[in-house]
């Protein structure tokens, strides 16, 4: 899992650069969740929009982590 996440790091990182993005428009850190979205776990309406309330509570804690743990150091995205 942290190879994989490393492994697309590497590619935003690259791709921000080949944009041109500035820092603020990047990522730093990201979370790959293996379930996906659906009607049955409430992430999704019957028109196949994201259910955004839901999301919000039921990805809260993950989001707080994302901006609490150190980041992947930018030396082994290159």
Sequence with gaps: NTKLKEIILSDLKRLSEEYK???YQTLSNI???SELFS???GLLT???KT???NARKQF????KS???VN???ASKLS
């Design 46 to 48: 019957v028109t196949l």
């Design 31 to 33: 979370h790959l969740h």
């Design 66 to 68: 994302l901006y609490q």
């Design 21 to 23: 993005l500035k820092t």
């Design 51 to 53: 259910r955004r309330t």
């Design 71 to 73: 980041r992947i150091p």
């Design 39 to 41: 009607q049955n776990n």
């Design 60 to 63: 809260q804690s993950i989001i």
